[in-house]
Each structure stands twice: as C-alpha cells, then as structure tokens.
C-alpha cells in the first residue's frame, strides 16, 4: 500500500510563501506521477499542480505563475512551492500519486492525509 505524507503546511500572510513537501513509501517512485490537489470548507477537491514521470508540470490556470512542483526521485518526494499567496490559497493540501493514466489532473489512486494552509489577509 502506497505511503504518503504531507509536511510544511501553516499560516501565512497574504502574499507570503509556503513549501509543501510529501513523502513517499512502499512504491517505486519515479514509475508514478504525482499531484498536489486541494479542498477548502464547503469545496468540492480541485486539482492544482502535478509532476510526471518525465518531470513535465501541469498546473490549474489559478495557481500557474505562482506554484511550482518538483520531485526528487532520489528521496521519493514531491514538492510543492507557493509564492505569492492569496486567501482563497486556504485549503487542506493533498499529496496524491498514481501508476497509469493519461490525464494529469484526475484518476489518482494513493493520497495523503493532507497539510492545512492558512492565509490571512
């Protein structure tokens, strides 16, 4: 069973940064695409960056310019940068990963228990 375990989330002010980060265990990393997705009080879970195989990023028209995904293979992490943060950025944050599957924003079959980011005007 895929292991995943978010990190680095917290409070900030509007315009702050934060670095999320999600560890992964019991897979072959680098066979996986990786995703970031969040889900605020009262919101559906929407899709906001994610990473593949071949390290190609694809990420939601709200958060594109200002978050940036990385892995690193070599410790089975994937990573999400966010700069610039604005208060509707308040969400729960999930690591997610998945073996197969054409679309990098959904089908995903491993999450993580989340991290909670907070951003205050």
């Known amino acids: 069973q895929v292991q995943l375990v978010e990190s680095g989330g917290g409070s900030v002010q509007a315009g702050g940064s934060l670095r999320l980060s999600c560890a992964a265990s019991r897979l072959v990393f680098n066979l996986y695409q990786l995703a970031w997705f969040r889900q605020a009080p009262g919101k559906e879970r929407e899709f906001v960056a994610s990473i593949d195989r071949s390290n190609t990023p694809y990420y939601a028209d709200s958060v594109k310019d200002r978050f940036t995904i990385s892995r690193d293979n070599a410790k089975s992490t994937v990573y999400l940068q966010m700069n610039s943060l604005k208060t509707e950025d308040t969400a729960v944050y999930h690591c997610?990963?998945?073996?197969?599957?054409?679309?990098?924003?959904?089908?995903?079959?491993?999450w993580g228990q989340g991290t909670q980011v907070t951003v205050s005007s």
């Open positions: 997610a990963a998945k073996r197969v599957g054409n679309d990098p924003r959904s089908d995903y079959n491993s």
